[in-house]
């Protein structure tokens, strides 16, 4: 009769690839994204990488170190697929012009998953795109007409009190993440750059500078057309 510890190295599973690089880099990632922790929860929650109790825990966090802690351990326990997102997220362009050290991630990546683990990298090409995966690729294209988050930052001084009005009813935003973008940022000029910039991640290569002009020149919202005409102006 087997003993207890050979039942359990029989059942343990080597963990996919994905998990296995996210939890390689985990104290060098904490070391990093502890400088603005609150920004690296809003962007995974905008990509759906945790579940709503999940962010509501990392949320409550007051420690920077100890937030991100919490966020790569509720990335890991949702399993490979967020694992993944998190690994694209680090790559986008604001991530890494907010976080310059993270610019090891991508060769990384690479790195890892074209070595070992070729049964995990086979499962992944047969299963279809997740949709973690669609905003990088793009992002990567870069359009040209798309929405920078120095253009948001302009705009975001421009709208005044309106600002949860021109959410739900001309972004088409949830209240309940209006009311989530205003627990979270302190001031004004924060709450209509984050709302603009949750705008931008759900309309992914449709969040354009041109998009976001017409949705904003609503006569409904009164902004001074001198405050986003900028908008349509061509690089």
Known sequence: ?????QDISVMTEEPAA???LLRQQKAKLI????????????????????????????????????????????????????????????????MQETFPLLSFVKDLQITT???????????????????????????RSNGPGLVKEKQLMTVARAVGRSWREIGRMGLDIPSVKLEQIEEDHSTHTERVFAMLRYWCTCQRDKATAAHLHSLLSREDWALPPDSIDFLLESD
Request: with cysteine.
């Open 1 to 5: 009769m087997p003993s207890p510890r």
């Open 18 to 20: 994905e998990i296995q």
């Open 113 to 139: 998953l074209s070595t070992g683990n070729k049964e995990a990298l086979t499962k992944r090409k047969r299963t279809p795109e997740t949709q973690d995966s669609i905003p990088a690729k793009n992002k």
């Open 31 to 94: 070391e990093i994204l502890r400088a603005d922790a609150d920004f690296v929860l809003q962007h995974a929650d905008a990509r759906c990488l945790l579940s709503p109790q999940g962010y509501q825990q990392v949320k409550s966090c007051r420690i920077p170190s100890e937030k991100v802690t919490d966020l790569l351990d509720h990335v890991l326990q949702r399993g490979p697929e967020a694992a993944q997102g998190f690994l694209e997220l680090l790559k986008e362009q604001p």
